[in-house]
């Protein structure tokens, strides 16, 4: 064992190890030779017993190493191997070196990494990078038949390289060592001339150490450069591939070969239980994709806090679909609403829009910033988590139920409409460039149905378009508008209780009594020809109180139903042509007309 070993070092004991490739006692072991370890412990045990040297014997259980794969017992041999030194080189060791890049350079995401790479790192002994294998990369190292000297020098790796870029890896079995060597090659020791070739293979992680250098400094692969962006993989890889790579790229370039490095958990069922077919809890990403699509798998590892284990199971995939159903409805409501608008010809200039949807772009605005700076740092959750809010809340609950009445009752030329379709419209084109990292189809379809009438310079596919820039209209609506929608909430809840008291039906059946005092005031009786809009209803009756807290009276609204709007006005009737509608539809119907005559 081990242990054994280090102590036989300390105190000058010869390396001894009397058992073959095969697990069994060499011919110089008498009495037991060919027999293998563990069959010959009892056959030992009594050959002592009869020479009188067995002092005491006993047989009990304890802990003992086994071949994760076969499940059999671990055979401990000394043997030679191959080794890289952690702790040799000028001007700076390797460790040295790997230290340096892990603590001073590379970016650890999650940051943890830096610390569990250094101590690893610290506490790592030299590199073993000799493995007993029949297949592998083998080790390009040659011995002299007579004085049996290794020659591994760069003249003879590099010959060695050239033939197997010709020939494949496979050339060191089918050629004899003759052939391997350069022309002519004599050992510098005794000056032999016969070889025989290294049968071991190199550790496979050192073949995966050096993917980086492979593949990003190929010459016909001109876009790719080394070091590499991004590594991301599993927390194993500190002991694995984050490990080797790091140790190739500082022996080869001094540097490590990635510039971050990202770590994600594992996939676990619904309980915490790593899945397994045999368990029958595996979630088959290829059954989601026949039932849902990919795109639902995307959201879900997008949504998934990838540094912590991650849970699949059907429930936790179908509250994924819900959430991408609230996304393309978002997109949906958006794109339905934008019939008929060229972004050339009918965008508002910022003056004349409208204040509300000026607050919707500050609120894209300050999205595209947040989801931005989420990206720079793969906080893909937290991307989905903003986007989700903006739409589920910002957009579906607040702006789009207020613009409803806007877009459907105007005529389709008022500069009102088209204030809130030119925010639609910036809102669907940047939404679709936010989303297309994670869902790539969705994305690409939005789009492609944004109308885009005689702008000509819109890439083809999302996939070719820049991130959106965020457009400052005036950030400071975004605290003004939430103080608004504080009170809408207050009347929302009083709306819904005067609904449940068969006071009202619909919201547009009631007329909103509001009683505030102070700041709550002043804020009211700026906004009060928008607060029937903000609230939806009919009408609003504003009243400064002395003090104390807000109050919300509702009762039914005055006057007839409109039948084009459904609101409830006391002017219905009033107009000949139109005795059916209120003020506003009566106005647009008018605009409508004059459209079609122009």
Request: glycine share 6%; proline share 5%.
């Amino acid at each position: 064992g081990h242990d054994d070993f280090v102590i036989g070092k300390r105190y000058g004991l010869d390396i001894y190890c009397p058992v073959d490739n095969a697990g069994r006692f060499t011919p110089d072991v008498e009495h037991f030779s060919g027999m293998r370890v563990f069959e010959a412990n009892d056959e030992i045990v009594e050959f002592m017993r009869q020479k009188g040297v067995l002092l005491f014997s006993e047989k009990y259980d304890h802990r003992y190493p086994h071949c994760w794969r076969c499940k059999n017992p671990v055979i401990f041999r000394a043997t030679p191997q191959w080794f890289i030194a952690m702790d040799e080189g000028h001007p700076v060791s390797l460790r040295e070196g790997a230290l340096h890049e892990t603590t001073e350079r590379v970016e650890w995401i999650p940051a943890w990494g830096r610390d569990r790479m250094r101590n690893m790192l610290e506490a790592r002994p030299d590199w073993c990078v000799s493995r007993q294998r029949v297949w592998g990369v083998s080790i390009p190292v040659f011995y002299c038949a007579k004085c049996n000297e290794p020659v591994a020098e760069a003249e003879v790796i590099n010959h060695v390289a050239d033939i197997f870029e010709r020939e494949s890896g496979d050339a060191w079995y089918t050629r004899s060592a003759t052939e391997l060597l350069p022309p002519g090659y004599v050992c510098k020791g005794c000056g032999g001339t016969e070889w025989t070739k290294e049968t071991d293979i190199l550790d496979v992680w050192f073949d995966s150490g050096t993917s980086s250098i492979a593949v990003l400094e190929n010459p016909r692969r001109e876009e790719l450069r080394w070091p590499a962006d991004v590594y991301i993989e599993g927390g194993d890889q500190f002991r694995g591939w984050f490990n080797s790579s790091l140790m190739v790229g500082v022996a080869a370039h001094d540097r490590a070969p990635y510039n971050t490095v990202i770590t994600h958990g594992w996939t676990l069922d619904a309980q915490g239980r790593a899945m397994h077919k045999s368990a029958g809890n595996a979630v088959e990403p290829d059954k989601v994709i026949k039932q849902s699509g990919a795109e639902i798998i995307r959201l879900w590892c997008a949504s998934s806090n990838y540094f912590d284990d991650m849970r699949a199971s059907d429930e936790i995939l179908q509250r994924v679909m819900d959430g991408y159903r609230k996304l393309r409805n978002t997109a949906r409501f958006a794109l339905g609403n934008l019939h008929g608008f060229d972004p050339a010809r009918d965008t508002v200039p910022v003056e004349q829009v409208e204040e509300i949807d000026r607050w919707a772009l500050a609120e894209l605005a300050s999205l595209i910033e947040g989801v931005k700076s989420d990206y720079e740092e793969y906080e893909f959750h937290s991307v989905l988590q903003k986007v989700t809010n903006f739409s589920t809340v910002t957009l579906s609950a607040r702006y789009f139920d207020i613009i409803k009445d806007r877009l459907y009752t105007y005529a389709p030329k008022n500069v009102e409409r088209r204030s809130a379709q030119t925010a639609l419209y910036q809102i669907a084109d940047a939404l679709a460039r936010i989303l297309a990292p994670i869902l790539a189809f969705t994305a690409d379809e939005v789009w492609e149905h944004i109308p885009r009438g005689s702008k000509t310079d819109t890439p083809m596919s999302v996939h070719l378009a820049t991130f959106p820039e965020p457009e400052h209209y005036d950030p400071d609506l975004i605290p003004t508008w939430n103080r608004l929608f504080a009170v809408r909430e207050q009347v929302l809840g009083e709306l819904e209780k005067a609904r449940a008291n068969k006071i009202i039906g619909s919201s547009l059946e009631a007329a909103v009594v509001i009683r505030a005092a102070g700041a709550t005031y002043e804020l009211l009786k700026n906004y009060e020809s928008q607060l029937r809009y903000v609230f939806i209803v009919s009408q609003v009756v504003l009243a400064e109180s002395q003090g104390g807290e807000i109050e919300i009276q509702i009762k039914r609204a005055d006057g007839s139903k409109c039948e084009r709007c459904w609101n409830y006005s006391t002017r219905v009737g009033e107009f000949e042509r139109y005795p059916t509608v209120c003020e506003r539809c009566a106005a647009a119907l008018k605009e409508i007309e004059q459209d079609n005559t122009d």
